[in-house]
Every structure is written in C-alpha cells, then in structure tokens.
C-alpha cells in the first residue's frame, strides 16, 4: 500500500515539477535508470523470499546509482566511458533477469 | 548454475573464477540477508504473513525516488526523439535543396550554352568558313549534343565478379580481376577514338579532350563523375568502318582478352541513330587563343 503511494507521489512529481537533467548528468541517467530497475527487483524478490528490509532497500537503491554514476564518470574522464557504461549495464542487467526468474519462480512456481 | 564441490582443504583452486559466479549466483543484494539475520538474532519474528507492516516512511521515500527517476527518464528520452528527428529532416531537406538547385543551375547553364552557341553560328553564319569550321569545332570539342549512327560498346563486369583476388599487371595495388578496371575503358575508348570515332560517351557522359578515366575506391570516375556497370561506350562514326578497325585494333584485340581470359562481357553493336549530349565541363584554366 505504502510502496503503491511512493510509485504515485513519485510519479506525480515528475510529471507536476518537470526536472530538467542538466547536461552535465545527461549521461548518467541511463545508467540511473538501470540500477533503480535492479533495486526495484531486488526489492520485490526479498519482499518474497520474505526477508524484505526497507533500510537495505533504499541504501542499496542510492548506492547502485552513485557508485554507477561514479564508474562511469571515471571511465570518462579516463576516455573509456562507453566501456564502463557497459560493463555496469550488464553487471545490472544480469541482476535484473536473474532478480525477474525468482520472482517468476516465486508466483507461478514454474 | 551449480557451483564445483569445494576441495576439502584450502580455498577453492578456481578462486579466481568467483567474480563470474557470484555475478551469476548472488544476484540478491547480501544485505537483505543480513538484515534478515540480524533480526533473527534480535530475536524479532520474521513477518512472512504481514509484509506491509514492515513498510515504513523509507521505503516511500525510495519508491518515490524510483518512480521519480523513471519519471524524468520517460520524459527525457520523450522530449529528445522529436529533436533529434527534426535535425534529421532538416538536414535531409536542405541536401535536397542543394540537389535541387543544383539540377535547376545545370539545366540553366544548358540553356545558356546552347543559346550562345546558336548566337555564335547565327553571327558568324552558317555558309562562311568561319561558320563551318565553328559548327565542326563545337562537335568535336563536345560543346554541342550531336547525333548520328554510329557504334555502341557495352562493357561489364564478369559474371562472379566478387571473388577478391590478388595482385595483377593490370592492376598492382590487388584488387577484383573480374571487375573492369578503369584502364580498360582507357583503352576501349582509345580504341574507338583510333577507329575514327567523332564523338564518344561513357554512361552518358560526353567525352572531350581534356576528359579523364580514372579510379576512385572501387567507381570509375569519367570527368569526376561516378558511373556503374554496365559501361556503355557510345561512338559516332561511320558504323560499319569503325566497328571493323575497332575489331582489329590493339585495344580491340585488349578487350577480347579481357573477354577470355578474365571473364569481362563485353558487346559491340552498330547504332543507326545515336544522340550524345554535350560535355558537362569545357572549362579551361591556363591556355588563351592567340590573338
């Protein structure tokens, strides 16, 4: 109930308040995206295997997008950004599919 | 994905292999499990029935924070698409632009050209000398379309002409044997010019004296123009004479070579009605009339 509020509240922030992403972030945003998609099924596979804990959530959500961020900062600075990005995307693209087959496991037992 | 049977003494041997697979096997942040842990230990009841009591104030927070970013993502990659579609459009209507204008520039210098042209004949007039020697120098320069019977040279590629090869005399930087090279056409259109040809074009491009043959990458280019197989060579001239002395000459006898040793197709066929255009360029840079 409580999550189902913060997807509205967050939702209708960003709709109300239009954040411009300065040029400077631009790139990041991809990779942002990415490491609140694994967060989210982090999450919910947790919240299954019933060991959910609402610290660990937010912390790990913040986490991955700072230190995402951070790799692929470095990898610009030091002219291999686009190998970095990828490497982050799919160290967190492995997460996510593998994240999405527990949860899949966990609802149709299949 | 199973995991070897760890060896009974000392860390594993493939240590160094765990990066993999713990990438593939702990997919779940450790934290959870650890929180969970710590919690048994505390001795709290892990609430498997009650989960929306273990909500807080937190997780809106990250949810919010989620959807947030998700949010600004949508709305971002919304507002670029238009963009970069519009830069798209607009570069590809101002190159037809060009095009466009281009096209209409070379229809007008036509015009222009044949309107100086008939200026020139008409004051000079068609009876005198002067007019003579004008109305054969504009053919033979290639500054007038002229038509007449004539022969017509088709020359194409072989036919499995994607085969790479190696090095060849023809050709010593390597390249597709079976491909017509520009010295070919060189040499054919030599050879119709030795036959007694008045007026040649190649695809269609009007051939004068300053007019070159050459290679660019894997097109030909004639006068800076590219053209592609099949290469049709247009000459005009007495069909039957010009066709025999094209046979037996040198560069005649060149293409048959071409024809069996390399595959090349290659077609002569006298025209009773052939209609050459005018040379696209009869600029000169360096050289002035003697007054």
Do not use: C
């Not at chain 1, 400077?24 to 060991?51: E, N, Q, S, T």
């Not at chain 2, 101002?94 to 309107?115: C, L, M, P, T, Y």
């Amino acid at each position: 109930m409580i999550a189902a509020i913060g997807l509205v509240i967050g939702v209708i922030a960003g709709l109300v308040f239009h954040p411009t992403v300065p040029d400077g972030l631009a790139p990041y945003l991809p990779i942002a995206v990415v490491a609140a998609l694994d967060a989210v099924f982090g999450g919910v596979r947790a919240l299954l295997d019933g060991i959910f804990d609402d610290k660990v959530f937010v912390v790990s959500f913040v986490a991955n997008v700072v230190v995402a961020a951070l790799i692929v900062f470095l990898g610009d600075q030091l002219g291999v950004g686009s190998q970095l990005t990828t490497g982050v995307v799919v160290v967190l693209g492995i997460r996510i599919f593998s994240n999405a087959a527990a949860i899949r496991r966990h609802i149709f037992h299949a | 994905m199973s995991t070897p049977p760890r060896p009974p003494n000392g860390p594993r041997r493939d240590a160094s292999m765990s990066l993999l697979t713990g990438l593939l096997s702990q997919t779940l942040d450790p934290g959870y499990a650890e929180a969970a842990e710590r919690r048994k230990a505390r001795g709290e009841v892990p609430e498997h029935g009650h989960w929306t009591r273990r909500m807080s104030p937190t997780v809106l927070l990250g949810v919010a924070a989620i959807a947030l970013v998700l949010v600004i993502a949508a709305i971002q990659t919304r507002r670029e698409a238009p963009q970069v579609e519009r830069e798209r459009k607009q570069l590809i209507s101002r190159v037809q632009d060009v095009e466009r204008k281009n096209s209409g520039d070379e229809d007008q210098i036509a015009a222009v050209r044949a309107a100086l042209q008939a200026a020139q004949a008409a004051a000079l007039g068609p009876s005198t000398a002067e007019g003579k020697a004008f109305a054969a120098l504009s053919v033979s320069t290639g500054a007038v379309p002229v038509t007449g019977p004539g022969l017509e040279v088709v020359i194409s590629d072989a036919a499995g002409a994607d085969n790479p090869a190696g090095g060849d005399a023809r050709n010593p930087g390597g390249g597709d044997l079976s491909r017509v090279q520009d010295v070919d056409l060189q040499h054919a259109v030599n050879g119709l010019w030795a036959a007694g040809a008045e007026a040649v074009a190649v695809n269609g491009q009007r051939l004068t004296a300053l007019s070159a043959i050459r290679t660019a990458g894997s097109a030909i280019l004639v006068d800076f123009r590219p053209l592609s197989p099949p290469y049709t060579l247009q000459a005009i001239g007495d069909p039957k004479s010009m066709a025999a002395k094209f046979a037996n000459s040198t560069e005649g006898k060149y293409l048959f070579q071409l024809k069996s040793q390399y595959g090349i197709r290659f077609d002569t066929g006298t025209k009773d009605h052939l209609a050459l255009p005018a040379a696209s360029q009869l600029t000169v840079k360096d050289a002035v009339p003697v007054p």
